[in-house]
């Protein structure tokens, strides 16, 4: 069986209106359901989408101590699923109590890698089509409607993924240049037609060679950092994940590699992609992915193979 990258090669471009386009905080919603059951329950799908021979989809999230976050995130799902498997690394806040309350399903599962926790959870679904979020994402209203206009017409014997574009925030504003956006991200699949990759922290989705990917109208919400100092301890945990990985594959950075990438991480984000159009935000964003890509390569370098200050 063959396999391919996921990624943005022969990307369609959405010429579909989005109704999110000019959102500018993350939206912290409970969804208006589709059915006065639904209203009650926040996770029970339209009585249209779980009839009998109609497509059916199984939520996956992962997360670990998102109490706070998860409420929001489940709900988002719950008009587009026909259930929700949630797999835990071991939460000790109320994520677990929160997410059976709501109806998913609670997997306990001792983490090692993104990629196998999420194969993981994609394993315990009951159902053929996986939509696959993290805890910090949301469907907006409009990319919930447009899963389920797609799922009222496709035929569910036919493998297929779908591709969402995501918005990213930093605190409150969304962003809207540099790195950080276009970010097309495939998120519902056939289990059949995708799993995901080995790479960590940065998972990415192999979809089987030939599966055809749809483009979505809407945005997938993600609130990716509440503020710089939380985006800098995010990266700096990603930079050393990424390193361990590369020192185990025996990888050795040359001595310019940390300096000239970091550098032109920050004139290709801030300045080539007009992330100083986000303002300040744009300016942390490139400051602090530009310290990340630094950061990963010098913890790979080979004067700091034994150094525990870039473990």
Same mark, same amino acid.
């Given at each position: 069986m063959a396999w391919r990258m996921c990624g943005y090669?022969?990307?369609h471009k959405n010429r579909q209106n989005n109704g999110m386009a000019r959102q500018t905080t993350p939206v912290y919603y409970v969804c208006v359901?589709?059915?006065?059951?639904?209203? =009650?329950h926040g996770l029970t799908?339209?009585?249209?989408?779980?009839?009998?021979?109609?497509?059916?989809?199984?939520?996956?999230?992962i997360c670990l101590n998102e109490a706070e976050r998860i409420a929001d995130c489940l709900q988002s799902m719950g008009p587009?699923?026909?259930?929700?498997?949630?797999?835990?690394?071991?939460?000790?806040d109320d994520t677990a109590r929160r997410a059976e309350a709501l109806g998913a399903r609670v997997v306990q599962r001792a983490f090692d890698t993104f990629s196998a926790q999420k194969n993981a959870g994609i394993k315990e679904a009951t159902h053929p089509w996986i939509l696959s979020i993290d805890a910090d994402e949301r469907?907006?209203?409009?990319?919930?409607?447009?899963?389920?206009?797609?799922?009222?017409?496709?035929?569910?014997?036919?493998?297929?993924?779908?591709?969402?574009?995501?918005?990213?925030?930093?605190?409150?504003?969304?962003? =809207?240049?540099?790195s950080w956006w276009p970010d097309r991200k495939i998120r519902l699949f056939h289990r059949d037609a995708a799993v995901w990759g080995p790479?960590?922290?940065?998972?990415?989705?192999?979809? =089987?060679?030939?599966?055809?990917?749809?483009?979505?109208?809407?945005?997938?919400l993600h609130l990716t950092a509440d503020s710089p100092s939380t985006l800098k301890l995010k990266s700096d945990r990603y930079a050393r994940l990424w390193a361990e990985q590369r020192r185990a594959h025996q990888y050795i950075a040359?001595?310019?590699?940390?300096?000239?990438?970091?550098?032109?991480?920050?004139?290709?984000?801030?300045?080539?992609?007009a992330g100083f159009l986000d303002g300040r935000a744009g300016w942390e964003i490139a400051k602090i992915?530009?310290?990340?890509?630094y950061s990963k390569y010098k913890r790979t370098h080979k004067r700091h193979h034994n150094n525990s200050q870039f473990r």
């Open positions: 090669q022969g990307m359901m589709q059915t006065n059951v639904a209203r =009650r799908n339209t009585p249209e989408a779980s009839a009998e021979g109609q497509l059916r989809i199984s939520g996956v999230v587009v699923v026909d259930e929700i498997v949630l797999l835990d690394s071991g939460s000790t469907l907006s209203p409009t990319l919930q409607e447009a899963i389920l206009a797609w799922r009222g017409q496709h035929d569910p014997s036919s493998p297929c993924a779908l591709r969402m574009n995501r918005r990213n925030h930093l605190g409150t504003q969304a962003i =809207r240049h540099g790479a960590h922290p940065h998972e990415e989705l192999i979809l =089987r060679d030939a599966t055809p990917v749809v483009d979505l109208p809407g945005e997938l040359p001595f310019w590699k940390p300096v000239l990438s970091a550098a032109f991480r920050w004139l290709r984000d801030y300045l080539f992609k992915d530009a310290f990340y890509t």
